[in-house]
């Protein structure tokens, strides 16, 4: 039976997408596997995931559908019983799934992880990236913390490539709002809190967080949708009316970005 899946989806990912598979490949186990759907490239990333002759890869090429239904697919057609959520320019920690499975199996139904931010993966950085990221974690005692309502008000922090999620929990609770273009991530981790899923965020580096090429750069769509997404659920979860101050942090932070 396959244990974990890794969802990875790409569009034009050739600069960094074989360097992320094979880190991957290094790390996971032999009933493990890497489900990946190509949204449409018009460069060499499906020739790249080609060539990389491994049977836990399994490569599904769509036309341009858009970020949240290329994971919808990745998750429909994934046989693992943990997800694992990867950007196609982010790069797993050696310790990602092993703490991350351990905590999975501990009772919680999903786990967040730290990120480490990378300014441009290639491969004369990986070395120095793995080595960065197991000095910082050799610091640190695990502590977890747990998600709860008031933390999900207060914090836009949580990094997609960095959840771990039991699949029958994911499925319990729906897919990816297919409406929603960026912060759909957003919108799962509120469908968490309303489905009283037991979710913890370890203090470990999981991912080193590339935000150079593919960084989100229209602030002001970004902004737009990630407030209407908060706004959605303070209608059904009524937080404390303090958790409006972060609101206006998102937007005057919109404000700083888009005028660079």
Excluded at 38 to 54: E, F, Q, R, V
Excluded at 81 to 94: E, G, T, W
Excluded at 164 to 183: A, C, M, T
Excluded at 225 to 252: H, Q
Aim: hydrophobic residues 35%; charged residues 30%.
């Amino acid at each position: 039976m396959t244990n974990i899946s890794l969802i990875i989806t790409c569009y034009n990912s050739s600069l960094t997408i074989e360097i992320i598979i094979k880190q991957i490949l290094e790390i996971i186990k032999d009933n493990d596997e890497i489900v990946i759907v190509d949204d449409g490239s018009t460069d060499n990333t499906t020739k790249i995931i080609k060539h990389i002759d491994d049977k836990r890869i399994n490569l599904i090429c769509l036309g341009r559908v858009g970020r949240t239904k290329a994971l919808n697919t990745a998750i429909k057609n994934s046989k693992g019983k943990y997800l694992f959520i990867n950007d196609a320019d982010d790069i797993p920690s050696k310790v990602r799934f092993k703490e991350s499975l351990k905590i999975l199996e501990n009772g919680y139904d999903a786990v967040f992880g730290q990120q480490m931010t990378v300014n441009n993966i290639d491969n004369s950085k990986i070395k120095i990236i793995n080595d960065n990221i197991e000095r910082i974690n050799s610091t640190k005692l695990e502590k977890l913390e747990l998600l709860t309502k008031k933390l999900m008000f207060r914090t836009n922090s949580l990094t997609h490539s960095t959840l771990g999620i039991k699949k029958d929990k994911f499925l319990e609770i729906g897919f990816y709002d297919e409406n929603i273009e960026v912060s759909h991530d957003l919108d799962l981790y509120y469908r968490f809190i309303i489905n009283n899923l037991k979710v913890c965020i370890s203090n470990r580096v999981f991912t080193g967080r590339s935000v150079g090429r593919s960084h989100w750069r229209n602030y002001k769509k970004y902004t737009t949708e990630l407030l209407s997404v908060r706004k959605k659920y303070r209608l059904i979860l009524k937080p404390s009316i303090f958790t409006y101050i972060y609101d206006i942090k998102i937007f005057i932070e919109n404000i700083i970005n888009f005028r660079k």
